[in-house]
């Protein structure tokens, strides 16, 4: 699924929005896209490329990027970093304003909370599956608490 230039991608977009390149992989596995591939939704909108970005963020990006919607879509679903630097900046959009990692992924998905709260348990699962994350043994009661490192041997 990761192919050297998309990693690389990947980990600048990380770097650039100073997110956990963890995270980004983890969604990346959950989101199963493919550069060039546009997924339609019930609600009329497509997910766009590798991270499956919604089409609902092209009017912000076009305006932002001074292009057209319909370049800002091509750009987002054919191009590999486009996409993963997309991806990073609504990652870190979420971020700012949940001031929560968790949250943070489960709005990647969906504001809605019982969506983004499955979401959310995908995403760790994909981490934890990949030696991404791990839940240290101790922790506070009550606490959820998880480390971006390479599980101990």
Known sequence: MLNHIFATCLMVAAQNYAIPPQVLVGILHVEGGKVGQQVRNTNGTYDLGPMQINTLWT?????????????AKRLIRDD??????????I????LNEA????????????RTPHIGRKYGQKVIAAMRKHDLLYVPETREEGVEKFAFRQKPE
């Open 99 to 110: 001031g929560s990692m968790k949250k943070a992924i489960q709005w990647y998905n969906s």
């Open 91 to 94: 990652f870190r959009r979420n």
């Open 59 to 71: 009017k912000v990006l076009a305006k932002e990027w001074g292009v057209s919607r319909a370049e």
């Open 80 to 89: 590999p970093c486009t996409n993963v630097n997309v991806a990073a900046w």
